[in-house]
């Protein structure tokens, strides 16, 4: 098992940039597929952008391709996502996944999940 912990979540302007890191415990860190997802009020989870256990490949979202990097560092047990050119439409509860496949960008391929960390773009 795995439990995750994300941090670096705030308010901010449009334009500015935040890093938010998931600090994972447990196991084998490096055994996992990593992924963020965001759920904004009234919407559906949906996929931001995910890593393979390597980190050797990445996939993003449309909506972030461009202004979001994911990357990991397996010696400590951490992902990250730097977040540039933030839009008001980013502003959402961000949450850190993990995945038994190397890969994935559905959530329901997720079976470990943190509790999120709150981002919030002012225009």
């Known amino acids: 098992q795995v439990q995750l912990v994300e941090s670096g979540g705030g308010l901010v302007q449009a334009g500015s940039s935040l890093r938010l890191s998931c600090a994972a415990s447990g196991r084998a860190f490096s055994s996992y597929g990593m992924g963020w997802f965001r759920q904004a009020p009234g919407k559906a989870r949906e996929f931001v952008a995910a890593?393979?256990?390597?980190?050797?490949?990445?996939y993003y979202a449309d909506s972030v391709k461009g202004r979001f990097t994911i990357s990991r560092d397996n010696a400590k047990k951490t992902v990250y996502l730097q977040m540039n050119s933030l839009r008001p439409e980013d502003t959402a509860v961000y949450y850190c996944?993990?995945?038994?496949?190397?890969?994935?960008?559905?959530?329901?391929?997720?079976?470990?999940w943190g509790q999120g960390t709150r981002v919030t773009v002012s225009s």
């Open positions: 890593i393979s256990r390597s980190g050797g490949f990445t």
């Open positions: 996944a993990a995945t038994v496949s190397d890969t994935a960008t559905l959530f329901t391929l997720y079976g470990y």
